[in-house]
């Protein structure tokens, strides 16, 4: 007879598999989004598949070839680890510069201990039947499931801070405050689920011979967080940035922006969200926000023309329109030790590429940095 642990873990791939592909094809070039798709692809596919092949070789009486397929289970939940550690550094850095990119080499270190762990040890763990043809759950030795649990625990806790953090940040943008907040409690609770369910349900009264519900987790996990993403992410063709070139901020605090439609100076309440919400790419129609408001973000359309966040008008620099690649010039020169160049320099670096349309990127960049900032900016 076919376990009811073999039928839904069956269900679960499809649905692990699309809500990889949903998220990863919603923005190839977003960092945080292909993250976000691989603790999918670990945790919603990868792993139900080792749990189908555990459970049928399992039924099978091949119990040696089901306690590995057991422990690849495991070592999915394991990789998720990586990009969930990925996306923190990435967060921090987005807000503090000088934190080093070399961290990025060392976000294996957990998981690949705990594998040398799980694959070393021959009895680490083995697989216990349960009662009305449930399946087999798996029950780890206490000293392996304490120090993974911790582990895990500590870097997905981690992952729904930083969520909620960009929720809060978001307090003048509610639609995009609720799909953050969906974000951290679905995964909270579908991932969290799931591996609470592998690892602690054996030491739970009563649940030792009931049906590990892992996999249910993940189904709903992967159904919303899908959902969620798809809902909340900008598309490929569109980009944003933080800071605007037209965004005039004066000494005392005043804010005015120099992109009005009839071109004239208008005083605007800025709401601005950091770095982190445009390096994630939200989509544009969720960040828009009232006319009298400003998020200092720009993006570029379909056209590689960028616009300004909050009307969707072209931003323009010498009465012409700025285009993508001008754009990403200005912020590839963000070299001023550590800080965001400001919207005059955006402005100025803009206004001379377009002066000198003779010059590559290359070289202007090679200019820069050969004169120095001062000289460039004229104001040596």
């Known amino acids: ?77 394991l990789l998720m680890t990586i990009p969930a550690l990925s996306f923190s550094i990435f967060f921090w850095r987005a807000k503090y510069k000088s934190i080093p990119r070399y961290l990025h080499f060392f976000v294996f270190i957990p ?95 009563g649940f030792q011979d009931a049906l590990q519900p892992s996999t249910l987790f993940i189904i709903l996990a992967s159904t919303l967080f899908s959902l969620a993403f798809t809902a909340a992410l900008s598309p490929s063709k569109t980009k944003l940035w933080h800071g605007c070139p037209k965004l005039l901020i004066e000494n005392g605090g005043d804010t005015y922006c120099l992109n009005s439609e009839g071109g004239d100076v208008k005083s605007v309440k800025v709401l601005d969200l950091g770095v982190i919400i445009e390096r994630i790419q939200i989509d544009t129609d969720i960040l828009k926000t009232g006319a009298d408001n400003c998020a200092n973000s720009i993006f570029s359309n379909s056209d590689d023309i960028v616009c300004c966040l909050t009307t969707h008008n072209p931003i323009k620099v010498l009465n012409e329109e700025v285009t993508r690649d001008e754009m990403e010039l200005a912020k590839a020169m963000d070299i001023m030790n550590g800080k965001e160049l400001c919207s005059e320099c955006l402005h100025k670096i803009i206004a001379y590429r377009k002066e000198h349309k003779d010059k590559t990127n290359a070289q202007i960049k090679m200019l820069f940095l050969g004169m120095g900032a001062d000289e460039f900016f004229g104001v040596a």
């Open 111 to 205: 998981a690949f201990c705990l594998s040398l762990w799980l694959f070393l040890d021959k009895d680490i763990l083995e697989l216990v039947p349960t009662k009305s043809n449930y399946g087999a759950n798996t029950q780890l030795k206490l000293a392996f499931t304490i120090v993974s649990v911790l582990t895990m625990f500590l870097i997905f806790l981690l992952l729904v801070i930083e969520m909620r953090m960009m929720a809060k940040r978001a307090t003048s943008f509610p639609d995009l405050r609720r799909r953050m907040n969906l974000f951290a409690y679905v995964f909270a609770i579908g991932f969290g689920g799931a591996l609470v369910s592998i690892y602690l349900f054996q030491f739970i009264p």
């Open 1 to 77: 007879m076919v376990s009811i642990k073999l039928i839904i873990d069956a269900i679960a791939i499809p649905f692990g598999s699309i809500a990889t592909i949903v998220i990863i094809s919603k923005n190839k070039r977003n960092v945080a989004n292909i993250l976000f798709g691989m603790i999918t692809f670990f945790g919603g596919v990868l792993a139900v598949i080792f749990s189908l092949l555990k459970e049928y070789y399992y039924l099978l009486g091949n119990n040696q070839t089901a306690i590995w397929f057991d422990k690849l289970v495991l070592f999915s939940f």
